[in-house]
């Protein structure tokens, strides 16, 4: 005897039900949001997205990931948490734009989304009033004027401007928001050098309490040891270990780059007092 179909009043409340767990799921879960885009993210990645910590630092090489997983994370913020505010900045205009647009496509793909308001070139304004909002690091009075920041995100960082960073870090002040520092190395200089030191140095005083996540590019299941090898025989050595295994060189001309680990030791004791001379051949 077949079973009796159950009222439409209750296939309305299993499948609101439904739609309940599937929504609480996607916003607790940012992992499986992303496997809604048509990301699976790699381990690493999945670090970032379950991260609970408020200072986030990425230390990753070229083409690893960084800013796509960064961007589903914004957006993902700014879907399931109300009335959230998004900064994002790129060293340059041309690359704030190209990070947003990833951000607008994942947005307008995304599960949930709240209708925009506002969907320009940089800017995007959702029904549920959060904003996501990108910015050039080369300008950093571009970056006045906003507060209640819950999500500031600096792409490249080692790139943008000390004074960016300075004057962007106070639209945190009331919100007790989250940073996220992503870049390559670009020499032993900067906010993200010192941060990073600060995370993962000698000292590890780590007074911000960073989480600092490394990523190298033979860690990349989608970089090849074949391109690594032709990238490695093209380029300078301090180039390469630069963009590709991390390494944070001088920030003297290439003459230099390799001078620090002389000096290992060098007048460290009390008292002493080093001259050195450095002679270059002309012509």
Known sequence: MPRKRPP???????????EATRYFSLKENPVLYARTLGITPDDWQRDVLRSKSNRLILCCS??????????ILAVHHAIFNDNSMVV???????????????????????????KSKTDSVHRLELANGSR??????????????YSGVSLLILDEASHVVEETYDVVRPTLA??????VLLSTPHGRRGFFYD???EATGPKRDNTEKWQPIQIRAHDVPRITEEFLAQERE???????????ENVFHSNVSNVF???????????????????????????
């Open 132 to 145: 996501i909002l990108a910015l050039s690091g080369a300008q950093p009075d571009s970056a006045r004027g």
């Open 234 to 244: 093209k380029y300078p050595r301090w180039f390469f270990e630069q963009e590709y």
């Open 62 to 71: 070229r083409q690893s990931g960084k800013s796509t997983i960064t961007a």
């Open 195 to 197: 941060s990073w030191v």
């Open 257 to 283: 780059r390799d001078i620090d680990p002389v000096f290992d030791g060098v007048g460290q004791e009390d008292d002493e007092i080093w001259q050195f001379n450095i002679n270059l051949a002309e012509g």
């Open 88 to 114: 994002v900045i790129s060293r340059t205009w041309p690359q704030a734009k190209e990070l947003f647009k990833r951000m607008s496509d994942f947005y307008k793909n995304s599960e949930y989304a709240p």
């Open 8 to 18: 439409k009043k209750v296939l309305d409340r299993i499948a609101e039900d439904t």
């Open 174 to 179: 009331v919100s007790g928001g989250k940073i």
